[in-house]
């Protein structure tokens, strides 16, 4: 991993020159938690400016980095990432918190995330989630090949949001998708069987037919709907 980020930061600063301010490590690879076969490796690049210029230089390098498997990484002006941390606070508040800088300034250390704007965006995508997941679930209950599958792709990004709802609590828990869901467990008093049995699903510790769907999906729903529940009395804490 190291091998091809020092590569990426060497092609950056021949592409920028002058121009390149930072380039950040952040996501699963910056919390410890990387995994070569399912991992991205995420990297923020910030440049003094982003004008046609940086724009015909990106193209060659984030060409070579997704050859690699890996998203293009994101292009910030130091003044918008400022700027911005109150339309992305979970995004932001991930990268200040595991993040590895791989070469010039540490623009993340000192990024400041309004707790007001942070509290809302957790709990708008946790209630978008739950709300497509019905949709989806109510398309394809009697089908329990497809629910099953629903409802394992949606375990990963429910543990994401879970780790925010628990950072809003006070909270401070690694990535790794079963610290999240014991956290959750804890603090929140969901029943801890239908995650850690869609965990055992995706990673493959049971097989397929072994997990029955249709009995899983209330129990997962009255969990996720009890972690929107908490994260939505933080306003009302707020608001009095």
């Known amino acids: 991993m190291d091998l091809v980020l020092n590569q990426l930061v060497e092609r950056l600063k ?56 890996n998203p293009s990484p994101l292009l910030l002006t130091e003044p ?27 623009v993340a250390s000192v990024l400041e995330v309004d707790g007001r704007f942070y509290r809302a965006q957790v709990e708008r995508e946790l209630r978008a989630m739950l709300l497509r997941l019905r949709q989806k679930a109510a398309g394809m209950i009697s089908d329990p090949d497809l629910l099953r599958r629903l409802l394992a792709d949606s375990i990963s990004t429910f543990c994401v949001l879970f780790r925010h709802a628990l950072a809003l609590h006070g909270r401070d828990v690694p990535p790794a998708r079963r610290e999240v869901i014991r956290a ?10 239908p995650f850690e049995k869609l965990l055992d699903l995706r990673e493959r510790r049971v097989k397929p037919r072994d997990v029955e769907p249709v009995a899983l999906v209330t129990a997962y729903l009255r969990g996720i709907a009890l972690i ?6 933080l306003e009302k804490q707020e608001i009095a």
């Open 80 to 106: 918008e990432i400022a700027s911005s941390t109150d339309c992305f606070p979970m995004e932001f508040t991930d990268i200040r918190r595991h993040h590895r800088v791989l070469f010039g300034k540490d």
């Open 228 to 233: 929107i529940d908490a994260v939505d009395r």
């Open 14 to 69: 021949k592409a920028y020159g002058e121009g390149l301010v930072s380039v950040v490590l952040y996501g699963s690879a910056a919390a410890g938690e990387h995994q070569p076969k399912f991992s991205d490796l995420n990297v923020l690049c910030v440049l003094k400016e982003i004008s046609r210029r940086e724009l015909g230089a990106s193209e060659e390098v984030f060409g070579w980095w997704r050859e690699r498997g």
């Open 184 to 193: 959750a467990v804890d603090h929140f008093g969901i029943d801890p069987a």
